[in-house]
């Protein structure tokens, strides 16, 4: 026998052997009379994503399709057989109630290679546990409260910028412009640094950035292979941060932390916290543990996550909201009016009271949330086998991957009448007090809920009032009415530009 028919043999055989495996991988949900799509072969049930559906659109059409069939439906991302679940009252077990069962979300991380993800969002386990404990102290009420003037001059520095462009064209791309705006909030509150991206658009720290939410080191086959074999991976060192924006991130954040030792420079930021983290200074956390002795590689990638989290999110939010505001005159006055009257209030002083007193406008900002979901799904991960409650005859497996689709239960007749459309009181105080907790997710719920959102509400309700105290919000004859979706982003985003007419009052 030749050697080119050997290597024959084996390249069929091989072939053989994964097409078996593939099967056998995509029949799981099948053979277990869960209910589900048919998959593709190579793509499971992302059929479709990138070209005719965003992912947010993918979500909520599997989710419109199989509520009512049960507690949860199957769906395989790539090979992998994952659960959708449909059931609030499920969800709200699985977040809270039984939450010691589902703690992990999990994502790959391996952060003894790859620093950056060994960010609080990816990590599981003990790990994430401590890591929250440690990080928790710096996302209090107090600690906003201290955030907040350095929030309001970057606000003001916005509005000069917001001014000279209405002087110019009353025409603006409100997207790209929040996104600056919310950029040089997290660089000079997670990185102590004065980013001044709304005035210069180019700078490296905004592009890197941008990056750093995009791009991954190996692209679509990096992201398959790590999210099929995550021990593989680990075991094969393979890197998820391109190589430029690690190096660009962690160099940033030393030399920060250099000249903040160096200069004994204090600003009651989230910088502040970890660097007494890393030189053991006694911090306590909610429940009584000392904080102390974290790597500066650990502390930088708590950055990336605040800088991940809560710049490209809060921005896509204030855009929608805006959005949203200039389609619905009527609701832009009411949340107008509020805001004059609290300022009013309080002397035309912006303070960090103010934003208390504007509850119309947190009702704004939560309606928004719902209807324009940012994060579609939650991730959670089984740790054991779980018996689901009143209805013994589904278990879900020991080490299933757990997707909640957010935006489908935030589109559901079911919890909020007319669901497509604006409506802010859907979060009047009477209707939150009736709302049971699975039935709104925006920021997750449960021990591992976002961490940051109280400061992602407090950027938010800061730009947002800046303009609207300002300004008229119109549409265009270059608005896209209604928006569409970015259909190749994680989030949900709006496809191209959002343009608004600016009028000053």
């Given at each position: 026998?030749?050697?080119?028919?050997?290597?024959?043999?084996?390249?069929?055989?091989?072939?053989?052997?994964?097409?078996?495996?593939?099967?056998?991988?995509?029949?799981?949900?099948?053979?277990?009379?869960?209910?589900?799509?048919?998959?593709?072969?190579?793509?499971?049930?992302?059929?479709?994503?990138?070209?005719?559906?965003?992912?947010?659109?993918?979500?909520?059409?599997?989710?419109?399709?199989?509520?009512?069939?049960?507690p949860f439906a199957g769906f395989y991302w790539f090979q992998n057989p994952v659960l959708i679940i449909l059931d609030t009252q499920l969800i709200k077990n699985i977040l809270i109630k039984d939450f010691n069962k589902f703690t992990d979300r999990g994502f790959y991380s391996n952060e003894k290679v790859d620093p950056l993800t060994g960010q609080l969002f990816l990590l599981d386990g003990q790990k994430w546990r401590s890591m929250r404990n440690k990080l928790s102290p710096t996302f209090?009420?107090?600690?906003?409260?201290?955030?907040?003037?350095?929030?309001?001059?970057?606000?003001?520095?916005?509005?000069?910028?917001?001014?000279?462009?209405?002087?110019?064209?009353?025409?603006?791309?409100?997207?790209?412009?929040?996104?600056?705006?919310?950029?040089?909030?997290?660089?000079?509150?997670?990185?102590?640094?004065?980013?001044?991206?709304?005035?210069?658009?180019?700078?490296?720290?905004?592009?890197?950035?941008?990056?750093?939410?995009?791009?991954?080191?190996?692209?679509?086959?990096?992201?398959?292979?790590?999210?099929?074999?995550?021990?593989?991976?680990?075991?094969?060192?393979?890197?998820?941060?391109?190589?430029?924006?690690?190096?660009?991130?962690?160099?940033?954040?030393?030399?920060?932390?250099?000249?903040?030792?160096?200069?004994?420079?204090?600003?009651?930021?989230?910088?502040?916290?970890?660097?007494?983290?890393?030189?053991?200074?006694?911090?306590?956390?909610?429940?009584?543990?000392?904080?102390?002795?974290?790597?500066?590689?650990?502390?930088?990638?708590?950055?990336?996550?605040?800088?991940?989290?809560?710049?490209?999110?809060?921005?896509?939010?204030?855009?929608?909201?805006?959005?949203?505001?200039?389609?619905?005159?009527?609701?832009?006055?009411?949340?107008?009016?509020?805001?004059?009257?609290?300022?009013?209030?309080?002397?035309?002083?912006?303070?960090?009271?103010?934003?208390?007193?504007?509850?119309?406008?947190?009702?704004?900002?939560?309606?928004?949330?719902?209807?324009?979901?940012?994060?579609?799904?939650?991730?959670?991960?089984?740790?054991?086998?779980?018996?689901?409650?009143?209805?013994?005859?589904?278990?879900?497996?020991?080490?299933?991957?757990?997707?909640?689709?957010?935006?489908?239960?935030?589109?559901?007749?079911?919890?909020?009448?007319?669901?497509?459309?604006?409506?802010?009181?859907?979060?009047?105080?009477?209707?939150?007090?009736?709302?049971?907790?699975?039935?709104?997710?925006?920021?997750?719920?449960?021990?591992?809920?976002?961490?940051?959102?109280?400061?992602?509400?407090?950027?938010?309700?800061?730009?947002?009032?800046?303009?609207?105290?300002?300004?008229?919000?119109?549409?265009?004859?270059?608005?896209?009415?209604?928006?569409?979706?970015?259909?190749?982003?994680?989030?949900?985003?709006?496809?191209?530009?959002?343009?608004?007419?600016?009028?000053?009052?």
């Amino acid at each position: 026998m030749s050697g080119f028919t050997i290597f024959l043999c084996i390249l069929v055989g091989i072939v053989t052997i994964v097409y078996i495996w593939l099967k056998r991988q995509l029949s799981y949900w099948q053979k277990l009379g869960i209910p589900c799509e048919e998959p593709s072969l190579f793509t499971g049930n992302f059929i479709g994503l990138r070209t005719k559906y965003s992912l947010t659109e993918l979500f909520v059409n599997y989710y419109n399709k199989f509520k009512g069939s049960g507690p949860f439906a199957g769906f395989y991302w790539f090979q992998n057989p994952v659960l959708i679940i449909l059931d609030t009252q499920l969800i709200k077990n699985i977040l809270i109630k039984d939450f010691n069962k589902f703690t992990d979300r999990g994502f790959y991380s391996n952060e003894k290679v790859d620093p950056l993800t060994g960010q609080l969002f990816l990590l599981d386990g003990q790990k994430w546990r401590s890591m929250r404990n440690k990080l928790s102290p710096t996302f209090t009420s107090g600690k906003m409260k201290f955030m907040f003037p350095t929030i309001i001059k970057v606000g003001e520095d916005f509005l000069n910028v917001l001014n000279e462009l209405v002087d110019q064209n009353a025409k603006v791309d409100i997207k790209e412009l929040l996104a600056r705006f919310t950029i040089d909030i997290i660089g000079t509150c997670a990185f102590g640094l004065n980013i001044s991206s709304l005035r210069d658009p180019n700078t490296e720290f905004l592009v890197m950035g941008q990056r750093g939410l995009v791009e991954t080191r190996y692209g679509f086959f990096g992201t398959a292979l790590t999210s099929t074999f995550p021990d593989l991976a680990r075991k094969l060192h393979v890197k998820q941060t391109p190589a430029d924006i690690e190096t660009f991130f962690l160099r940033i954040f030393r030399e920060t932390v250099e000249y903040r030792e160096k200069n004994n420079i204090r600003r009651n930021d989230f910088m502040d916290l970890l660097i007494d983290l890393k030189n053991n200074k006694s911090l306590l956390s909610e429940d009584g543990e000392t904080l102390t002795n974290l790597t500066v590689e650990q502390l930088a990638a708590q950055a990336f996550s605040f800088f991940s989290a809560g710049f490209e999110s809060s921005s896509i939010s204030m855009s929608f909201a805006l959005y949203a505001l200039a389609t619905h005159e009527d609701i832009q006055d009411k949340v107008r009016k509020e805001i004059e009257t609290v300022f009013i209030a309080h002397g035309h002083e912006f303070i960090y009271d103010c934003l208390m007193d504007m509850k119309y406008l947190g009702q704004v900002i939560l309606e928004t949330l719902r209807l324009y979901t940012v994060v579609p799904v939650i991730n959670r991960k089984c740790l054991e086998d779980y018996v689901v409650e009143d209805n013994s005859k589904y278990v879900i497996k020991k080490g299933t991957s757990i997707f909640i689709p957010t935006a489908g239960i935030h589109l559901d007749e079911k919890y909020y009448p007319n669901p497509n459309v604006f409506n802010p009181d859907n979060f009047s105080s009477e209707r939150v007090n009736t709302r049971d907790h699975g039935e709104f997710l925006a920021f997750g719920e449960g021990p591992r809920n976002c961490i940051g959102f109280r400061f992602g509400l407090m950027q938010i309700k800061i730009g947002l009032a800046l303009i609207l105290k300002n300004y008229k919000v119109r549409v265009c004859s270059e608005t896209q009415v209604p928006l569409k979706f970015d259909k190749k982003a994680f989030f949900t985003k709006a496809e191209g530009s959002i343009i608004l007419k600016f009028e000053r009052i």
